[in-house]
């Protein structure tokens, strides 16, 4: 999709303290990359291509993708595999996959294929140790799928240790709150597309404005068309740094964009700094 209907590329930058992290972990720098929908319309091979460019001048220790590399056809991760192969980090990168990665019976299983073939460790309930046994990257099922299921990882770990945790749908953070989560990644929400200045995500306020709407406009405005809690529950962490309970949540505004387009919520690559 045109820059012109998605604003241009952000890159947002944050520090996020963890409790008792290692001393030799001070100071490592992770990027985060969500929802490309990469499909041939709603992300711009420009928009990719740059993406990946300040990533990489970003120089990450970690690159980590939280989920929907394509929309509902999985034949488009080929092809996007052959551009994140030039995605370059000190200590690899790990990913999990979106409710658009599983929309077909054999999607996770091409998908992750693609993506593991270019050195992306793909994780799926899984708990790794790229920076060591004192921070943990724990890569969760989609919230969507049947075997959504963190009790079975989340309890393999000792509570004092602080952990990065990979789910794809913020809604997770609410069950994931009888856990520690020092930083939860997560995406799914594209920001809610439409955020008014002071108000926040249009989306939030979904109810009063199908009321009023024109049914025209409806067809045209995807929240519009129904029940957004089906999408999300949760609008009010629909993008940014949130605090839940004792634990931290970041949502990326993704990369691809659905008709009409963004307004004051631009596609995001978020650099993250731990401290």
């Given at each position: ?5 998605t ?13 008792n ?27 990719l ?11 990450p220790?970690?690159?980590l ?22 995605l ?35 994780l ?16 969760l099922a989609?919230y ?14 000792d ?12 809604d997770?953070?609410?069950i994931?709150?009888?856990?520690r ?32 709407a ?10 519009l068309?129904?029940?957004c ?12 740094f ?29 650099v993250?700094t731990?401290?």
């Amino acid at each position: 999709m045109h820059w012109f209907f998605t604003g241009r590329l952000s890159v947002d930058k944050i520090t996020v303290k963890i409790a008792n992290l290692s001393p030799s972990l001070q100071g490592i720098k992770l990027v985060q990359l969500s929802d490309f929908h990469y499909d041939g319309l709603r992300l711009s091979e420009e928009m990719l291509e740059e993406a990946i460019a300040v990533t990489n001048e970003a120089e990450p220790d970690l690159i980590l993708l939280t989920g929907d590399y394509v929309t509902d056809d999985p034949t488009p991760i080929n092809q996007l595999a052959l551009r994140l192969k030039y995605l370059q980090s000190r200590y690899g990168i790990f990913a999990v996959l979106g409710n658009h990665d599983i929309h077909y019976s054999h999607s996770q299983t091409l998908i992750t294929k693609a993506l593991t073939s270019i050195g992306v460790n793909v994780l799926w309930n899984e708990i790794a140790y790229p920076l060591g046994h004192e921070l943990p990257i724990v890569g969760l099922a989609d919230y969507w799928s049947k075997e959504f299921h963190p009790a079975s990882v989340m309890n393999k770990l000792d509570p004092t240790t602080p952990r990065i945790v990979l789910s794809h749908n913020p809604d997770t953070a609410k069950i994931l709150e009888q856990w520690r989560v020092d930083l939860q990644l997560s995406g799914h929400t594209h920001g809610g597309h439409i955020v008014l200045p002071g108000i926040g995500p249009v989306v939030y306020h979904y109810k009063k404005l199908l009321k009023k709407a024109p049914r025209k406009l409806r067809r045209w405005v995807p929240f519009l068309l129904g029940d957004c809690s089906k999408v999300v529950r949760y609008w009010e962490w629909a993008q940014g740094f949130h605090q839940v309970t004792n634990n931290q949540l970041y949502v990326n505004r993704g990369l691809g964009t659905y008709r009409p387009g963004r307004l004051f919520c631009p596609p995001e690559v978020t650099v993250i700094t731990l401290t």
